[in-house]
């Protein structure tokens, strides 16, 4: 079998661990031993170390030459043919490894190309050292459409040697879904007739909750009935939280922390949003799809790439809580248009995002790589 090593920033909740861990359910029935160099810094480490022919435990933040020496020493030991790195802080590992172990085939991710969070000066820095390292990477991976327009814009990938693999799920995992809806009602204080939106993300800026809940805000003065779940933590909760309270929300928002019952949460929702600023291809919304329930997202990269206006959801601009309000509105006030494109959306599911479609296309980027280079 030939040997990967996949080198990840975090172990903690997130769409990388997830991907990570799904290409290492598939690995062996495509013929590879993939390896995780990875902090032990969330729930997915120990779900790595189950999965993973083999497991390095490196603290990879913030940059370490010796956390790189580390992995070089790793992959020299165990005969690693190609590393394969995931997001852009595991980018910075694993493409210099071309220069310390000769011959080995370096595949990158993207997983979002994100600039904008930069100041000037670091984002000049940043563009520079993300081109240089493209000249020692032998594929680039992009999860989108959208992502590869990015990439290939700013320079950080060539076009021939660059696919794009969307993210996939096992549509079944949220279709079959049974839940008790009066009982979920009931645990985060909403009334029985509810009309509950919500948001499954990561609490940090670029989610775009600050947006959301302003058009929540202006939402619930036409549908009181409205009330809006968000699911998951992050740097930005304080800051929600006092946004919340600033718009008098308290009784119509609940913020859960982290849950692992997703699926049941999607089924539960009667319209999911993502205000996000910015994506990858947001796993998320693929989910929602593929549990029937109604999705409204920004028109950003990532999400354009799942959600096509008028087709199988709402698409709306990004940054803007007038514009998201009115489309909530609109679904609202508009069930059967919302069952529609519930319905396309399930079918888009079953044709392009399925995890099977996924990792064949995966591993068949790494047979190229390899026979490319004569292995």
Same mark, same amino acid.
């Given at each position: 079998?030939?040997?990967?090593?996949?080198?990840?920033?975090?172990?903690?909740?997130?769409?990388?661990?997830?991907? +990570?861990?799904?290409?290492?359910?598939?690995?062996?029935?495509? =013929?590879?031993?993939?390896?995780?160099?990875?902090?032990?810094?969330?729930?997915?480490?120990?779900?790595? @170390?189950?999965?993973?022919?083999?497991?390095? &435990?490196? *603290? #990879?933040?913030?940059?370490?030459?010796?956390?790189?020496?580390?992995?070089?020493?790793?992959?020299?030991?165990?005969?690693?043919?190609?590393?394969?790195?995931?997001?852009?802080?595991?980018?910075?590992?694993? @493409?210099?490894?071309?220069?310390?172990?000769?011959?080995?085939?370096?595949?990158?991710?993207?997983?979002?190309?994100?600039?904008?969070?930069? =100041?000037?000066?670091?984002?000049? +820095?940043? *563009?520079?050292?993300?081109?240089?390292?493209?000249?020692?990477?032998?594929?680039?991976?992009?999860?989108?459409?959208?992502?590869?327009?990015?990439?290939?814009?700013?320079?950080?990938?060539? @076009?021939?040697?660059?696919?794009?693999?969307?993210?996939?799920?096992?549509?079944?995992?949220?279709?079959?879904?049974?839940?008790?809806?009066?009982?979920?009602?009931?645990?985060?204080?909403?009334?029985?007739?509810?009309?509950? +939106?919500? *948001?499954?993300?990561?609490?940090?800026?670029? &989610?775009?909750?600050?947006?959301?809940?302003?058009?929540?805000?202006?939402?619930?003065? &036409?549908?009181?009935?409205?009330?809006?779940?968000?699911? =998951?933590?992050?740097?930005?909760?304080?800051?929600?939280?006092?946004?919340?309270?600033?718009?008098?929300?308290?009784?119509?928002? *609940? #913020?859960?922390?982290?849950?692992? %019952?997703?699926?049941?949460?999607?089924?539960?929702?009667?319209?999911?949003?993502?205000?996000?600023?910015?994506?990858?291809?947001?796993?998320?919304?693929?989910?929602?799809?593929?549990?029937?329930?109604?999705?409204?997202?920004?028109?950003?990269?990532?999400?354009?790439?799942?959600?096509? =206006?008028?087709?199988?959801?709402?698409?709306?601009?990004?940054?803007?809580?007038?514009?998201?309000?009115?489309?909530?509105?609109?679904?609202?006030?508009?069930?059967?248009?919302?069952? &529609?494109?519930?319905?396309?959306?399930?079918?888009?599911?079953?044709?392009?995002?399925?995890?099977?479609?996924?990792?064949?296309?995966?591993?068949?980027?790494? %047979?190229?790589?390899?026979? @490319?280079?004569?292995?």
């Amino acid at each position: 079998m030939k040997k990967i090593l996949y080198i990840a920033i975090s172990s903690q909740t997130g769409g990388v661990p997830r991907h +990570i861990l799904q290409a290492l359910r598939h690995a062996k029935e495509y =013929g590879y031993k993939v390896a995780v160099a990875a902090p032990d810094d969330g729930d997915y480490y120990p779900w790595f @170390r189950q999965q993973a022919a083999g497991m390095l &435990k490196v *603290c #990879l933040k913030p940059y370490s030459f010796r956390s790189l020496w580390k992995i070089r020493c790793y992959i020299r030991k165990n005969r690693i043919e190609l590393v394969h790195s995931h997001g852009k802080g595991a980018g910075m590992y694993a @493409r210099p490894l071309k220069l310390l172990c000769p011959g080995i085939k370096v595949v990158h991710t993207f997983h979002g190309v994100y600039v904008e969070e930069y =100041g000037v000066l670091l984002r000049a +820095i940043y *563009c520079q050292i993300e081109r240089r390292l493209r000249h020692w990477t032998d594929h680039f991976i992009c999860v989108s459409q959208s992502e590869r327009k990015e990439a290939m814009r700013l320079r950080f990938a060539d @076009r021939k040697r660059t696919s794009v693999i969307c993210n996939g799920v096992e549509p079944e995992h949220f279709q079959g879904v049974i839940i008790n809806r009066n009982q979920y009602l009931k645990e985060f204080g909403f009334p029985h007739n509810a009309y509950l +939106i919500g *948001c499954v993300a990561r609490l940090e800026q670029m &989610k775009g909750h600050q947006y959301l809940l302003s058009a929540f805000a202006k939402l619930i003065k &036409k549908h009181p009935q409205c009330r809006l779940l968000l699911v =998951g933590d992050g740097p930005e909760r304080e800051s929600i939280e006092a946004q919340i309270q600033e718009q008098n929300l308290g009784s119509f928002v *609940c #913020l859960t922390g982290f849950r692992h %019952d997703v699926p049941q949460l999607l089924k539960l929702f009667d319209m999911f949003v993502s205000a996000s600023l910015k994506e990858g291809m947001p796993y998320t919304l693929i989910e929602a799809l593929a549990a029937g329930t109604p999705v409204t997202a920004t028109d950003v990269i990532g999400n354009r790439d799942v959600i096509h =206006g008028g087709k199988n959801g709402f698409l709306v601009r990004a940054e803007s809580a007038e514009d998201l309000a009115e489309m909530l509105d609109y679904a609202v006030r508009n069930p059967e248009i919302c069952k &529609k494109y519930s319905v396309q959306g399930q079918r888009m599911v079953h044709a392009l995002f399925t995890e099977e479609r996924f990792a064949g296309r995966l591993f068949g980027v790494y %047979d190229k790589v390899m026979e @490319r280079h004569g292995k």
